[in-house]
């Protein structure tokens, strides 16, 4: 019969101390018990010599409404969760709902051979520890501070501890939610293995380096959304030709797109909402082959060129709230040719005119034209469309405009306030 390795004694010990300092609950910690081999315990993983290599302390069953794993115990005397830096061996370590009420251990910088750190929704108090940076053999470092259940009251604003510049060998770099301030450190440009960098929910502000895109080759995913960065469009991230999401929402971006976003062939989602963009949205755009959402909505474009047509394999758009003028142009009907499912909104502007009849395709699942200037009438092939929202325009004409199609899609339609009259058309 195998029997497990029994586990280190040192290792046994760190550990029931750091079970030491939370309030637990049975589900996870009933295997923890003094004397017994912890490289049987729920969430302990060991090397062939019994040293714990790997350490998942989170709740299995976790949704936003259930318990966290642990609380932390207030009549405990000692630095809660220093011992970790005891586990010496440790390749990987997750903590996750496990409530500290406090700050961050700062004993990561024992972690020498650590690869993998995840912490989040721990409710820890202060800032990031800068301890994470002496981890540096750190691949992947994400830190959450915070949910809409565990809300981290005792977060305080700082920058991001000098100390991650030595973080060479990250893959992923995931900091959201912590209260970050400061600038994007400089450093962050020489991560060169580096796939996903996600900064989003901070308070970051100033320019974004243009080092990272002339140096960070790799990147796959690029998360700066929801912070305080400002001045134009990063044009070296035109270079990141791997980059397949990028996310920039909600800064204060100004200025207009540059021609050169078009060289990124490999986006796949491209989210530029709530800055303030101008101009036209640049014919190059349409050379992003591979895009399939797209949100420039709550900015100040003024106008959209036929090019954006050639995006076939969208399936969310949004040019909501802006300022774009002119007709709807026709190429609007080129979209969705994946199938059943795209969304198009170009509600919230000043588009004018008729509203052209290509809409047959019966790709779109929904469309929004609300709060602008159409006139003319209904395009019949807009029953192709599952949900239509056309209201708070000047639509006028009860005449037949198209013809119906044999197999319609309609399942909602908005019409209100326009000025349609007369009795409503067969």
């Excluded at 490289?39 to 302990?44: H, I, L």
């Excluded at 060169?192 to 243009?210: F, K, W, Y």
């Excluded at 400002?230 to 990141?240: A, E």
């Amino acid at each position: 019969m195998c029997h497990a390795q029994e586990c280190n004694a040192n290792d046994r010990n760190a550990l029931l101390e750091f079970k030491a300092g939370f309030i637990t609950y049975d589900f996870f910690f009933e295997t923890w018990k003094s004397g017994s081999n912890c490289c049987q315990w729920n969430g302990v993983n060991c090397t062939s010599s019994g040293r714990v290599q790997g350490l998942r302390i989170t709740n299995p069953f976790a949704r936003h409404d259930s318990p966290p794993v642990g609380e932390r115990n207030t009549s405990y005397t000692g630095v809660v969760g220093a011992t970790l830096g005891d586990l010496t061996e440790l390749r990987t370590l997750e903590l996750g709902m496990i409530l500290f009420n406090g700050p961050m251990p700062d004993t990561f910088n024992k972690l020498k051979k650590l690869e993998e750190l995840s912490v989040g929704y721990n409710n820890f108090s202060g800032s990031l520890s800068p301890s994470i940076g002496g981890a540096t053999s750190l691949k992947s470092l994400i830190a959450g501070g915070s949910d809409y259940r565990v809300l981290n009251p005792g977060l305080l604003p700082a920058p991001i501890p000098p100390s991650f510049c030595g973080l060479r060998n990250l893959e992923t770099l995931r900091l959201s939610t912590f209260l970050l301030t400061g600038k994007l450190p400089e450093c962050f440009c020489k991560f060169s293995q580096i796939t996903d960098l996600l900064l989003a929910e901070n308070r970051l502000e100033g320019v974004v380096p243009s080092c990272i895109g002339s140096s960070l080759g790799k990147l796959v995913s690029l998360d700066l959304s929801s912070n305080r960065f400002v001045g134009p469009f990063p044009t070296t991230l035109s270079r990141l030709t791997s980059l397949q999401t990028l996310y920039l929402y909600q800064n204060k971006f100004i200025g207009s797109i540059p021609s050169v976003i078009g060289n990124m062939g490999s986006l796949q989602v491209l989210l530029l909402a709530n800055n303030s963009f101008s101009g036209a949205i640049p014919p190059s755009i349409g050379n992003l082959a591979e895009l399939g959402t797209l949100d420039l909505s709550v900015n100040l474009f003024t106008r959209v060129l036929p090019e954006i047509g050639e995006l076939t394999k969208l399936s969310y758009l949004s040019l909501s709230n802006n300022k774009l003028q002119g007709k709807l142009l026709p190429e609007i009907g080129k979209f969705g040719s994946q199938g059943f499912g795209l969304v198009i909104d170009v509600g919230y502007n000043k588009l004018s005119g008729s509203i052209p009849d290509v809409f047959a395709s019966g790709n779109i699942s929904s469309f929004s034209g609300s709060n602008n200037l159409f006139t003319g009438g209904f395009p019949l092939s807009l029953t192709m469309v599952g949900n239509v929202d056309l209201s708070h325009n000047s639509l006028s004409d009860v005449n037949s405009v198209g013809t119906l199609p044999l197999a319609p899609k309609l399942s909602v339609l908005n019409l209100a306030n326009n000025v349609l009259s007369g009795p409503v058309p067969s």
